[in-house]
């Protein structure tokens, strides 16, 4: 028993551990500094040419808006590389979330998803509750978002 207590102590104080918050700092494409601390936080990896991403981030985007008054944030990551900023504010001008490219996020680059779409999801403290799947079968829907985040908005 007190071996798998050190264990697990060991892990929940590892660099792994230690990333769990979204990300240092973030610049959207507007320019403003995203800022999710103390907030349940969902960030949806994707990019322009990524169907399946294109698929969840309507649904993220009525969750977002039904949400957000109760301190929902939220930042799609774009992973496009060399794609203008103008084409970036075409493909998302119809959502409510703010939009980062993913050199505008500083973060480790070991937490960058190596496939699209993903999404997850960190409660106010920074830690990931969730991680979808990035292989376009597991995609977010608007059940796994109630399951998942709205209980965290309520328990805040």
């Known amino acids: 028993m007190l071996g798998r207590l050190l264990i697990l ?3 929940a104080a590892s660099p792994a551990g230690a990333a769990a918050a979204p990300f240092q700092a973030a610049k959207t494409l507007d320019g403003a500094s995203f800022d999710a601390t103390g907030r349940v936080t969902i960030v949806h990896y994707w990019a322009t040419w990524c169907a399946p991403c294109r698929l969840e981030m309507p ?4 969750y977002y808006r039904s949400h957000r008054a109760q301190g929902l944030a939220m930042l799609a990551v774009s992973i496009d590389d060399g794609v203008s900023s103008a084409k970036l504010k075409s493909a998302t001008e119809r959502f409510a979330f703010p939009v980062a ?3 505008d996020v500083r973060m ?6 190596s496939a ?22 597991s995609m977010v829907d608007a059940a796994t978002l109630d399951r998942i985040v709205t209980p965290l908005l309520t328990h805040r």
């Open 108 to 113: 480790p680059r070991r937490d960058i998803p």
């Open 101 to 103: 490219r993913i050199d």
């Open 116 to 137: 699209i779409p993903v999404t997850r999801v960190y409660d106010g403290s920074g830690h990931l509750v969730f991680e979808s799947k990035a292989n376009g079968r």
């Open 9 to 11: 102590a060991l892990l």
């Open 59 to 62: 649904v993220l985007d009525a």
